[in-house]
């Protein structure tokens, strides 16, 4: 089974910066990557997918890139409603996992 | 897109439940679809995928042999079939559209206790 490691597994930020949150993959899944966000209470929303291609919807503060093992999701200017935790998925190979979670709290 | 999941409940240990996701507001029938849960000591854990068609399907260690899934494009609604229900089951219940989870349901609780 491939592992999605995340990192950090949370920090502090405060509103108007700029947040990059890791993601490894124990083997290769070339760009089958995708990120969401959630917050308390609700369902995860897909943020991009294939590493970095922003869903329908998403502000283009939020990017993805990265291919193989290694992956970033990075937010610009981070607001308010940016605060929520982030799971990175792959969907190369059954079974599919996500990793552990990154949550993002206001400092 | 709207995926609404039913079903769940409170059931003892060693029960059954089917858990449902009606689909609307795209083509059910060309999308793969998606069972995943969430708790909060073990986090997303992916569940079991079907084809499109329903010809594929594929299971989580931790669903196979007790899960089933399947679905009715003719209804638009993909099912759970949830067997020999264990405490360590306890957890809500998403549908997704597609295996890179494109589109969530908002969940349905289930609680596996005596």
Redesign the interface.
């Known amino acids: 089974d491939i592992q999605m490691t995340q990192s950090p597994s949370s920090l502090s930020a405060s509103v108007g910066d700029r947040v990059t949150i890791t993601c490894r993959a124990s083997q290769g899944i070339g760009t ?1 990557l ?1 990120w ?1 966000q959630q917050k308390p209470g ?5 943020l991009i ?2 590493a970095s291609t922003l ?1 329908r919807g998403v502000p283009s503060k939020f990017s993805g890139s990265g291919s193989g093992t290694d992956f970033t999701l990075t937010i610009n200017s981070l607001q308010v409603e940016d605060f929520a935790t982030y ?1 990175c ?1 792959h ?1 190369t190979d ?5 990793g ?2 990154t949550k993002v709290e206001i400092k | 897109v709207q995926l609404l999941e039913s079903g769940g409940g409170l059931v003892q240990p060693g029960g059954s439940l089917r858990l449902s996701c009606s689909a609307s507001g795209f083509s059910f029938a060309t999308n793969a679809m998606t069972w995943v849960r969430q708790t909060p000591d073990k986090g997303l854990i992916w569940l079991a995928a079907i084809s499109y068609d329903g010809l594929n399907k594929y299971y989580s260690d931790s669903a196979k042999g007790r899960f089933t899934i399947s679905r009715d494009n003719s209804k638009n609604t993909l099912y759970l079939q949830m067997n020999s229900l264990r405490v360590g089951d306890t957890a809500i219940y998403f549908c997704a559209r597609t295996v890179a989870f494109e589109d969530w349901g908002r969940g349905t609780l289930v609680t596996v206790s005596s």
């Open positions: 089958s995708a969401f609700e369902a995860p929303k897909s997918y294939g869903q799971y998925q969907y059954y079974p599919l996992t996500f552990g979670g």
